[in-house]
């Protein structure tokens, strides 16, 4: 039994690695064995698709090359490289955790599971990608995708969790490589992605169907077992405050969603509130300032992991500026300015269509 045991592990090693050598889709990071980019690449392909993340990496690895780059980098400014690639909280960990390496570890990426896990961000599943992808050791790597394939493989009944993590590696632990550990959760992943999919798998394209009980039970289209869905709806008004050519942006606080980004003042509206009473007690409770008017510009829509926001936008005048000066939370700042500031996606929509309907007040030339 033994023999048959490990002719079975090489053969599923081999069937997946020999399609992942030909089928394997060219990424920026699977040229490098360099830890930092490794880690910083499976940061921002937690719940991101690859499409979208291709450009934030690659524009990232310009302004932040290394981990001394990173951890001597300002938290807006890495905010500011995030800017639209969601959950923020992995971007300040990513930074908190470059500043810890930078100063603990000589901005060497730990090799050792205890000491990687341990830093800010990094569960088992970031923890075993980089120990294997940078350091070739030999920690399989379980991610949607791969939960996916492996819940296929044995018929496993259940809704996509986290929670099955532990029976599901154990279904895989008897066709792991003796060597090339990197190489095999590689291909698992790039598999799940582009062939064992959500929806419509590729089967007849598969090259590990032999192993695959759903297959053989034409099953795979219902393992997993769906999900409900629930998404909050949250209708929010914010206010659009004008001096010359500067607008008034605050900081949101250091905690709780979208923390540390920038926006227009304003928040949620009540139920039994017009979007006009929402703006005028929103502004009042957020800078103590009265709006005396307000004219209405636009709407914008916007998807959150659990939310959908509809956020209006309001022009509005103010009876009295409030103090900037001395308050780091309250900033003027024109259209250009607002560059170097981190927003939350949806108060970039409003920021575009203001770059595109608003000039700036003719100077006065008396």
């Known amino acids: 039994m033994k023999k048959k045991s490990k002719s079975r592990k090489s053969i599923f090693s081999r069937y997946l690695i020999d399609w992942y050598t030909q089928h394997q889709r060219k990424l920026p990071w699977r040229s490098t064995k360099d830890p930092y980019k490794i880690l910083v690449s499976e940061i921002m392909l937690q719940q991101t698709t690859v499409k979208t993340v291709i450009p934030y990496y690659q524009r990232w690895m310009d302004l932040f090359p290394d981990m001394k780059a990173l951890s001597l980098a300002s938290l807006q400014s890495v ?33 050792d599971y205890e000491t990687l896990s341990s830093l800010p961000g990094i569960g088992p599943y970031t923890t075993a990608a980089v120990l294997s992808l940078a350091y070739g050791k030999a920690y399989p790597v379980i991610d949607a995708n791969v939960r996916r394939i492996l819940m296929r493989l044995k018929r496993y009944k259940h809704k996509s969790d986290s929670k099955h993590d532990k029976t599901l590696l154990s279904f895989i632990q008897p066709h792991l490589p003796e060597e090339g550990m990197g190489e095999f959760n590689q291909a698992m992943m790039e598999l799940g992605a582009v062939v064992c999919t959500p929806k419509n798998p590729a089967c007849l394209i598969c090259p590990i169907t032999d192993f695959c009980s759903a297959y053989q039970y034409g099953e795979q289209e219902i393992i997993p077992l769906p999900k409900k869905r629930f998404f909050q709806k949250i209708e929010a ?48 409770e957020e800078i103590g300032m ?15 992991t659990d939310f959908r926001v509809k956020l209006h936008a309001i022009e509005c005048t103010l009876l009295k500026n409030p103090e900037t000066a001395n308050n780091k939370n309250l900033k003027w700042v024109t259209l250009k300015e607002m560059e170097k500031y981190p927003f939350p996606s949806g108060s970039v929509k409003i920021i575009k269509y203001l770059a595109e309907t608003h000039s700036a007040p003719p100077e006065n030339i008396l």
């Open 290 to 304: 009265d709006v005396i008017a307000a004219n209405y510009l636009t709407t914008v829509n916007h998807a959150y």
């Open 79 to 111: 905010l500011r490289a995030w800017q639209g690639l969601g959950y923020y909280q992995r971007a300040k960990n990513l930074h908190k955790t470059a500043k810890i390496i930078q100063e603990k570890y000589g901005g060497k990426v730990p090799d």
């Open 237 to 284: 008004v914010v206010g659009i405050i004008r001096k010359d050519d500067k607008f008034l942006i605050q900081k949101r606080s250091a905690s709780g969603l979208l923390a540390d980004l920038w926006e227009f003042p304003g928040g949620k509206r009540l139920p039994e509130e017009t979007q006009v009473e929402t703006l005028i007690r929103e502004i009042k």
